[in-house]
């Protein structure tokens, strides 16, 4: 009797389990553009075909990008990785990312984040301004939007400056020297003390070498090497040397916050301009839940916010060094506004003297920042809106799409480079598209490297001075020659090969990639110094925590939050 049943049982299970993945696969997402899918795999296989064809290594973005010519540049498409993932409907057009972004009747404060963000609880806290919703997110928000505020961000320039001096002593060094070097190493570490100084007012002491630093930078470092993506599947899963790591590092992160809780209990006139001073400013009792929610947000701050402008830079100094003319209009500004001297001491002195008329006045090297950012955005994010929902967004064609129940991944990097947008150059490095005057207006929507709407980033003010204040001071001292991967081509002469564009040809490209070792380098001199130069790396720069996790939160940074 029972074989019987099974015998009935069975088959009619295994037709509906097959029907079951028929719909899945086939009927439920029928109304998104996207390749076909295999009944089994979804898009998995293909994505993995459209990966191999990449460079080494390349960011996720780039097979996305694949995906997106091959259907024909439509404004979203759908990737099924079930059962490895949620479906993740990848965003092509800054309109429909806009809609994603905004503030609705459905989610006030926009979208939820993608269930897969918890996974940087490890490095960010379970309780971090990224991973919180709803009014938790907008309690978190309106205590540390003084800290990040314009007026009190731009009061933190001799900070910014100080530690500036530094990177431009170890430049100094290396060009003296002529000793390789990597870049990346210099900027992180620059970027690193930056945010020390203004999240938990406290020298890291990064630059200073490895012996030299404190404990929180080398713990850091510690902790970023388990995600190496060569770890392969196993960096998506949770280790016990990570979060042993996370352990230390929350402790000494604790230790300095209770410290500096006694010294503002006991002279409040005293109070430092740092983030975490403000943060505690009407804590009259530091509670355990103030100091795990606190220590998480310097966490936040201090490892995310570091990592985006230590990008950014460079990648603008790359992008310096291949294009002449760029260069020589930078440096044309800046010679306009600092006058002949070029010594840290005399830029330092200027930029104090009038902060607002400096951050007001750099227009063409705003553009430069403007422009890397845009070809190479450092951060993003990714949404969900659970099943049932009922978010529709409407497409260019006037279709309205319902997105409940799939991941939703902005995806910059074709946003950035859309020719509908950005014309036939858009892939080219032009700043002068972001000048007044300029004869293709670019929508605000279409420029979103730190996202948009309430959940854009909160750094992003801090970023920008951080960048223009390190390019003013390094840009008329140094030159640039990269080596290596992108270095330059040259012809029998010695002379730089110059494409049409008048950038200069290069003989393999540089990329973004989803590894943290340094595989390329750069040379530079430094002019005032030595006469045939030192040189210097320039790495392949590398994903974030949140990208070597997620293929949907995209390239390294400040996380949006």
């Not at 103030?290 to 402008?309: I, S």
């Not at 490297?449 to 959940?455: D, H, I």
């Not at 008329?476 to 950038?503: C, F, H, M």
């Not at 110094?529 to 720069?541: K, Q, R, V, Y």
Request: hydrophobic share 35%; proline share 6%.
């Amino acid at each position: 009797m029972s074989l019987t049943l099974i015998v009935v049982i069975v088959p009619f299970l295994l037709s509906f389990l097959w029907n079951r993945v028929i719909y899945h696969r086939t009927k439920q997402y029928v109304d998104f553009p996207q390749i076909p899918p295999s009944r089994i795999w979804g898009h998995l296989s293909t994505l993995i075909h459209f990966m191999k064809t990449t460079k080494l290594n390349s960011h996720f973005d780039k097979a996305f990008k694949a995906v997106y010519d091959c259907l024909g540049s439509p404004p979203v498409f759908l990737l099924d990785l079930r059962p490895f993932s949620f479906p993740i409907c990848v965003v092509c057009d800054h309109e429909i990312a806009e809609q994603i972004s905004i503030s609705s009747k459905l989610f006030q404060y926009s979208i939820p984040k993608s269930p897969f963000m918890r996974l940087v609880g490890d490095v960010t806290g379970p309780r971090s301004i990224i991973l919180a919703e709803d009014k938790n997110w907008k309690r978190l928000r309106k205590l540390f939007n003084p800290g990040f505020s314009h007026s009190h961000v731009a009061s933190l320039m001799p900070c910014i400056l100080d530690k500036t001096e530094l990177f431009l002593a170890n430049l100094d060094h290396y060009a003296r020297t002529g000793e390789d070097f990597s870049l990346d190493e210099l900027c992180t570490n620059l970027t690193f003390d930056i945010m020390g100084a203004v999240t938990m007012d406290t020298d890291m002491d990064a630059q200073l070498g490895e012996q030299n630093q404190t404990q929180i930078v080398r713990l850091f470092r510690e902790l970023r090497s388990t995600y190496n993506s060569n770890k392969g599947i196993w960096v998506l899963l949770p280790s016990y040397q990570r979060r042993r790591l996370a352990r230390r590092v929350d402790f000494h992160i604790k230790q300095h916050i209770k410290a500096k809780f006694e010294e503002q209990q006991a002279n409040p006139a005293k109070r430092s301009r740092s983030i975490l001073s403000l943060s505690l400013a009407d804590q009259n009792e530091l509670t355990p839940e103030v100091l795990d929610e606190t220590c998480d947000q310097l966490k936040t701050f201090l490892f995310a916010g570091h990592d985006t402008t230590s990008i950014m830079l460079q990648w603008a100094f790359y992008e310096l060094s291949r294009n002449p003319r760029i260069f020589g209009l930078v440096r044309l500004e800046l010679d306009e506004y600092f006058g002949p001297e070029s010594t840290p001491i005399a830029i330092r002195d200027k930029i104090l003297e009038n902060r607002d008329h400096f951050l007001q006045n750099m227009l063409y090297t705003s553009a430069v920042i403007k422009e890397t950012l845009r070809l190479y955005p450092p951060a993003a994010t990714s949404r969900y809106s659970p099943p049932n929902t009922g978010f529709n967004v409407r497409l260019p064609s006037g279709q309205d799409l319902c997105l409940d129940g799939v991941v939703l991944y902005s995806c910059q990097t074709i946003i950035h480079q859309t020719s509908k947008v950005y014309g036939d150059r858009a892939s080219e490095f032009i700043p002068e598209r972001w000048l007044e005057g300029s004869e293709t207006p670019i929508p605000p929507s279409a420029w979103r490297p730190f996202e948009r709407g309430p959940r854009q980033c909160i750094g992003q003010d801090l970023a920008n001075i951080e960048a223009l204040v390190v390019i003013a001071s390094a840009v008329r001292r140094y030159t640039w020659q990269k080596v290596g991967l992108g270095a330059t081509k040259y012809d029998e002469s010695g002379d730089p090969i110059t494409k049409e564009n008048g950038q200069y040809d290069v003989q393999s490209e540089l990329y973004n990639s989803t590894d943290t070792g340094d595989n390329s380098a750069a040379r530079g001199r430094n002019e005032n110094a030595c006469e045939d130069g030192g040189s210097l790396n320039h790495t392949m720069l590398v994903a974030t925590l949140v990208e070597i996790y997620l293929i949907y939160a995209r390239k390294k940074g400040c996380g949006v939050l």
